[in-house]
T-cell receptor, first 116, second 112 residues
Framework: AQKITQTQPGMFVQEKEAVTLDCTYD???????LFWYKQPSSGEMIFLIY??????QNATEGRYSLNFQKARKSANLVISASQLGDSAMYFC?????????????FGTGTKLQVIP | DAGITQSPRHKVTETGTPVTLRCHQT?????MYWYRQDPGHGLRLIHY???????DKGEVSDGYSVSRSKTEDFLLTLESATSSQTSVYFC???????????FGPGTRLTVT
């Protein structure tokens, strides 16, 4: 079974500062993928970044980077130079890479508010 | 943005009535999914499809059925809606060999 834990229900960050959103996971699958999605107040789910469990380097996409620490089972999202438009809910998710890989498990989310 | 639409976007219905939600994609992706989103639970998988007429259950499938007669359409049916099925429903798609899923805009369903 897979489990995703996001322990920060809400966070504040000053505009232009960096912020880290925590995500820990648990799985018995040998190979898996980790994702982050953004959900603004308008409701849509926006795919941000993906990290494979066997990837040697941490994933980056523009101002987003995924701090992957396999031994600690953590996949934290780092947003650099926060902007007002970053205010949203952020969800961490995971799925196996093979065999039942449709089974995506989501965390409960972290609400980020960027302060001017 | 991936071409995914959901209809209706909002619906209010009474307990005991049947409800069908539609997901339509223009990406020709093989895999389609239905999720529900509730406060404190994140998103939970209801059903998914890995091809036309090929579907399987997710973690919260009780009270829901699905059908996929065409690649582009995935229907979610609540045979007899209950108040516990009040939620926001998201459709998602993914392509073979790709891990990430892309989501539709969501349908807000209220069962009174």
């Amino acid at each position: 079974a897979q489990k995703i834990t996001q322990t920060q229900p809400g966070m504040f960050v000053q505009e232009k500062e960096a912020v880290t959103l925590d995500c820990t996971y648990d799985t018995s699958d040998p190979s898996y993928g980790l994702f982050w999605y953004k959900q603004p107040s308008s409701g849509e789910m926006i795919f941000l970044i993906y990290q494979g469990s066997y990837d040697q380097q941490n994933a980056t996409e523009g101002r987003y980077s995924l701090n992957f620490q396999k031994a600690r089972k953590s996949a934290n999202l780092v947003i650099s130079a926060s902007q007002l438009g970053d205010s949203a809910m952020y969800f961490c998710a995971m799925r196996p890479v093979s065999g039942g890989y449709q089974k995506v498990t989501f965390g409960t989310g972290t609400k980020l508010q960027v302060i001017p | 943005d991936a071409g995914i639409t959901q209809s209706p976007r909002h619906k209010v219905t009474e307990t005991g009535t049947p409800v069908t939600l539609r997901c339509h994609q223009t990406e020709n992706h093989r895999y389609m999914y239905w999720y529900r989103q509730d406060p404190g639970h994140g998103l939970r998988l209801i059903h998914y499809s890995y091809g036309v007429k090929d579907t399987d259950k997710g973690e919260v499938s009780d009270g829901y059925s699905v059908s996929r007669s065409k690649t582009e359409d995935f229907l979610l049916t609540l045979e007899s809606a209950t108040s516990s099925q009040t939620s926001v429903y998201f459709c998602a798609i993914s392509e073979s060999g790709r891990i990430e899923q892309y989501f539709g805009p969501g349908t807000r369903l209220t069962v009174t």
